[in-house]
């Protein structure tokens, strides 16, 4: 039967092989866009971690926004413990968060002090790739990072001091000299105007506060293992009820919501090739099955069963799709290929941008069990669209048939 299907499909070349290049231009176009939006997804992802993020957090439960939390926890050492104790955790650091002033000779800005641990934020974010001028910050120092655009509103130059003043606990106001280490450049508008990196010791001291924190944050091995190590550490630290653990989705609601559209966005054209390809096998089978009426009346004639016709039509179509399908995938591994050496020029606009550092160069990535499923559910769809045919041809009388011109 495969042999006579397969010599069916090329009775007529040119419009099997109209039908097959279809499939496998249909195929590629829903590899190119799945490979896409996975490696938009997977670099927002990292940006958005990598940036400031991390993977995880521990705040105080009473924060209301989590990107600026403003309440101190009152167990760190705690945290730092369960941490420490979770194999997946690559790495774990404290900070500070309060928004505050930084004064040159030349000017004022209101800015939001991030302190950090430097040894530790090296390895939780990517800001030291991001230095422009000069280096990022030591351990022990007394030394402050800014935005190449905040560096330049202020005046300010390598080594040059600047004044960090800040509300402190007690309610005085703090203020403390820093000499300025470094300028990062990171293309979002955001970072690179209004936050700047001062040492954690020298925060605590400046804010009065001694060993206090207001966040811990994480950095994972995998940050598939997310949701699992989140839901985990909640249990350990179940007994601190001031305290919760939040993921990077918990926190950055923009980058969760980007991915719900582009995945509803994908889902749509999914639906729309799926129902092309569809029409196309259909009328590929509907026409083959009219200029072959008499030869299927002559099989029937001949003993040739109504389920053995059926299963001829339904053959012919899986071999379509199982071409379309096989030409699909090599062409779409070769686009794929293609962008990924040579990467996918975007523009993005501001509305990313603003937010966040993103490359406006991407090298895609295949997404191969997305892929692997696109060109089953083609089959699947072939298979399903012939249902249409094959029962037609299955209901053929034989003594009908013959008379058909």
């Excluded at 994972?220 to 190590?229: E, I, T, W």
């Excluded at 199982?322 to 975007?346: E, Y």
Aim: charged share 20%; with cysteine; aromatic share 6%.
């Amino acid at each position: 039967m495969i042999r006579l299907a397969w010599r069916n499909v090329w009775r007529n070349r040119r419009r099997s092989l109209i039908t097959v290049s279809s499939l496998a231009f249909g195929l590629a176009a829903i590899m190119f866009g799945q490979s896409l939006i996975k490696t938009l997804q997977t670099k927002l992802i990292e940006k958005a971690t990598g940036s400031i993020t991390g993977h995880l957090q521990v705040q105080h439960r009473s924060i209301k926004d989590y990107k600026l939390p403003d309440r101190y926890l009152d167990a760190p050492a705690r945290v730092e413990a369960a941490m420490a104790a979770d194999p997946r955790v690559a790495v774990f650091g404290k900070r500070v968060h309060i928004t505050g002033l930084v004064s040159s000779p030349v000017s004022s800005v209101g800015v939001l002090i991030c302190a950090v641990e430097p040894s530790k934020e090296r390895r939780i974010t990517t800001m030291t790739g991001h230095m422009t001028t000069g280096r990022y910050l030591s351990d022990g120092s007394r030394e402050i990072v800014l935005g190449e655009k905040l560096a330049q509103r202020l005046d300010l130059r390598l080594g040059e001091k600047a004044v960090v003043m800040a509300l402190a606990a007690d309610g005085s106001m703090g203020a403390g000299a820093f000499r300025l280490a470094g300028t990062y450049r990171t293309g979002s508008t955001t970072f690179d105007g209004n936050i700047i990196y001062i040492p954690l010791p020298a925060a605590q001291e400046l804010l009065a506060v001694e060993d206090r924190v207001n966040e811990i944050v994480a950095k994972l091995h995998d940050v598939r293992q997310v949701d699992a190590v989140k839901r985990e550490l909640a249990q350990v630290l179940g007994g601190e009820r001031d305290l919760q653990v939040l993921s990077w989705k918990d926190i950055d609601h923009e980058i969760v919501g980007i991915q719900s559209y582009q995945d509803g966005l994908l889902t749509i054209v999914l639906i729309v090739v799926f129902l092309i390809v569809a029409l196309g096998i259909l009328n590929t089978l509907l026409m083959s099955l009219f200029e072959r009426i008499r030869e299927f009346g002559v099989l029937m004639a001949i003993g040739a069963r109504p389920a053995w016709v059926m299963r001829l039509v339904l053959m012919e179509a899986a071999l379509l799709g199982l071409l379309g399908s096989g030409f699909g995938l090599a062409l779409g591994a070769a686009i794929i290929a293609a962008f990924g050496r040579w990467g996918l020029t975007l523009s993005l606009g501001d509305a990313v941008s603003y937010f966040m550092p993103f490359p406006s160069v991407v090298f895609l990535k295949p997404a191969w069990p997305s892929h692997i499923g696109a060109a089953v559910c083609i089959m699947a769809v072939s298979l399903l669209a012939a249902l249409i045919p094959s029962l037609r041809a299955g209901k053929l009388r034989p003594a009908e048939a013959l008379r058909h011109v």
